[in-house]
């Protein structure tokens, strides 16, 4: 009777590949069932023509493309529409030490200068303020003036507080509080008022953004025709060409 242990292999049990054939002459694994030292396929460093396609399509569909700046600009003379809103940024501390000190506020003028004044803003400041000065405040010095002594910076900013509520969500309550607040105030800080309220309109000039109403080309016209008048008291002098060339610029 022959060993159990002497059997012989038969075919149906193939032979297990050696470590040998696992491996070609530098070291590379092949892949399974494959012949001995042969060649292992790398992958292609060189992208094809359609994977090049496919990434070009993904890059136009995640980022389409930017819109001209041109075409966004406002012409010359127009005016910037009201905004309230302060500015967004961060203060940059180089040192963890270091403190971060603002800007420090100087002047009647830049109490809420990061506020700008439409139009039509400007517009109804003008009308309640210009109203109070013409019934009571025609004769009294120093209307315009900083240095003024009865002039007060708590009741002018009372004042710009007051109109600025107007302007975010006007009411009847919040207009009525308004006039009431320029009613009771003095002639001089009603005319700090609306010097705030002039400085306040942002115009476009050259593709930039400027200050005033008016351009210093118009003013220098003014100027010269109150001297060429030996200054008139009155303004109808220069009034008329003045206003001409101010609404040609809409």
Known sequence: MPSLFSRSRTAST??????????????????RGSAKGSKVATPSLTPSRKEKKEKSRARTIS???????????????????????????????????QEQKGPVDYGYLSYQRHVVLGLEELARLIDVVGNELGTRGLTTPFIFSALALDVSSHAVKRLIQAFLRTCGKPTAETDRLWREEAKFAGPQEL????????ARVVRIY?????????????YEDWREAEAEL?????????SSSLSLNFYAHF
């Open 14 to 31: 193939p032979k297990k590949p050696t470590l040998e054939g696992l491996y070609d002459e530098f070291g590379r694994v092949t892949s």
């Open 230 to 238: 030996n200054f008139p008291r009155h303004t109808l002098a220069h």
């Open 206 to 218: 050259g593709g930039q953004e400027v200050r005033g109403l008016l351009s210093y080309e118009m």
């Open 191 to 198: 005319g700090m008022c609306l010097r705030w309220g002039l």
């Open 63 to 97: 980022s389409p493309a930017e819109p001209d700046p041109s075409e966004f600009t406002l012409p010359d003379g127009s005016f910037l529409p009201l905004n309230l809103e302060p500015p967004r940024y961060e203060p940059i501390i180089e040192e963890p030490s």
